[in-house]
């Protein structure tokens, strides 16, 4: 059903992104932009190789506290989440074929975790035994983390998604990676509250006015359509309709973003903002980058090793 609702809704939008204007087609092949160059972002390869990675990690752990754990299977989101960005920035391309995700979401079955029954038929005992091996116990031993603009978050460090983590990417990849995800939000959120970005904002707006929407802010379609499906429950015509309706705003949308010079003015808005940026935020950042080429070069070495 998934597959033939997209390909049916795609047909039909397929004459329109066909003929898209040269200055629309050029920026689709153009890097959308990211903060940090992009240290956070993975494509659909490299997050698929370190998921499987990782994977293995965690069931060589709990093999060694003698528990079975079969690795949970990549899902069908990771080439969405590889083409999503931070900004809301769309391509033609990518939202003549999935839209805003909305729909394709609500319609996708994740993977089963393949544990599931078999932990839920151990005993009580057992099971409690499994799942703290896997996650850590509340009273054992923790990493406490502060970020600069957030809570303090703490790890189990003696859980196997712990250590798992930690053989691929290396011991202060926690600390690393929380770090560097919260200069990454104040980025962004200072980004999208520039001058420059909210000026583009409000011609983008004008555009999708002339194309018959009334939104003032980008992310009032996809509340609207957000709001429609809930409406539509799980009723099959509902959500085709809402699935085409999805993507011909979202088409809309990226043609309006390329004519407002959106991703320029945001990137220009970005640059400013990082360099603003005070040294001792950004310390972490090298080995950040660091650690994640390790665990690809590592992520690697061990699918060629299996095949």
Same mark, same amino acid.
């Given at each position: 059903?998934?597959?033939?609702?997209?390909?049916?809704?795609?047909?039909?939008?397929?004459?329109?992104? $066909?003929?898209?204007?040269?200055?629309?087609?050029?920026?689709?092949?153009?890097?959308?932009?990211?903060?940090?160059?992009?240290?956070?972002?993975?494509?659909?390869?490299?997050?698929?190789?370190?998921?499987?990675?990782?994977?293995?990690?965690?069931?060589? *752990?709990?093999? $060694?506290?003698?528990?079975?754990?079969?690795?949970?299977?990549?899902?069908?989101?990771?080439?969405?989440? =590889?083409?999503?960005?931070?900004?809301?920035?769309?391509?033609?391309?990518?939202?003549?074929?999935?839209?805003?995700?909305? +729909?394709?979401?609500?319609?996708?079955?994740?993977?089963?975790?393949?544990?599931?029954?078999?932990?839920?038929?151990?005993?009580?005992?057992?099971?409690?035994?499994?799942? =703290?091996?896997?996650?850590?116990?509340?009273?054992?031993?923790?990493?406490?983390? /502060?970020?600069?603009?957030?809570?303090?978050? $703490?790890?189990?460090?003696?859980?196997?998604?712990?250590? @798992?983590?930690?053989?691929?990417?290396? @011991?202060?990849?926690?600390?690393?990676?929380?770090?560097?995800?919260?200069?990454?939000? +104040?980025?962004?959120?200072?980004?999208?509250?520039? +001058?420059?970005?909210?000026?583009?904002?409000?011609?983008?707006?004008? *555009?999708?006015?002339?194309?018959?929407?009334?939104?003032?802010?980008?992310?009032?379609?996809?509340? /609207?359509?957000?709001?429609?499906?809930?409406? @539509?429950?799980?009723?099959?015509?509902?959500?085709? +309709?809402?699935?085409? /309706?999805?993507?011909?705003? @979202?088409?809309?949308?990226?043609? *309006?973003?390329?004519?407002?010079?959106l991703a320029e003015q945001v990137s220009r808005a970005q640059e400013q903002v990082e360099k603003a940026l005070p040294p001792a935020r950004t310390s972490r950042l090298e080995e950040f980058r660091a650690a994640r080429e390790g665990a690809l070069r590592r992520a690697g070495a061990r699918a060629a090793s299996t095949t």
């Amino acid at each position: 059903m998934r597959r033939l609702l997209w390909l049916t809704a795609a047909a039909l939008l397929a004459a329109g992104c $066909s003929a898209a204007p040269g200055g629309e087609a050029a920026a689709d092949k153009q890097p959308a932009p990211r903060p940090l160059g992009g240290v956070l972002h993975h494509t659909a390869a490299e997050a698929a190789a370190l998921h499987r990675a990782e994977e293995r990690e965690v069931r060589e *752990c709990m093999a $060694s506290r003698g528990f079975e754990y079969s690795a949970v299977p990549v899902g069908d989101g990771v080439r969405r989440r =590889a083409a999503g960005n931070p900004y809301g920035l769309l391509t033609r391309a990518v939202a003549a074929q999935d839209g805003y995700g909305l +729909t394709v979401e609500r319609l996708q079955r994740h993977p089963a975790d393949p544990n599931a029954q078999r932990v839920s038929a151990l005993a009580e005992g057992d099971r409690r035994g499994w799942e =703290a091996a896997l996650k850590g116990t509340r009273d054992g031993p923790r990493e406490e983390i /502060e970020l600069p603009d957030g809570p303090t978050v $703490s790890v189990p460090t003696d859980a196997c998604a712990t250590v @798992a983590r930690r053989a691929l990417y290396g @011991a202060s990849w926690d600390r690393d990676r929380y770090t560097v995800h919260s200069l990454a939000d +104040t980025i962004v959120r200072e980004t999208l509250g520039h +001058t420059l970005v909210r000026a583009a904002e409000r011609e983008w707006a004008a *555009c999708m006015r002339d194309e018959g929407y009334r939104y003032e802010h980008r992310k009032d379609p996809l509340e /609207e359509l957000e709001k429609r499906l809930d409406t @539509a429950g799980s009723d099959p015509a509902a959500l085709r +309709t809402n699935g085409r /309706e999805e993507l011909r705003i @979202a088409v809309r949308d990226a043609a *309006c973003q390329v004519e407002a010079g959106l991703a320029e003015q945001v990137s220009r808005a970005q640059e400013q903002v990082e360099k603003a940026l005070p040294p001792a935020r950004t310390s972490r950042l090298e080995e950040f980058r660091a650690a994640r080429e390790g665990a690809l070069r590592r992520a690697g070495a061990r699918a060629a090793s299996t095949t």
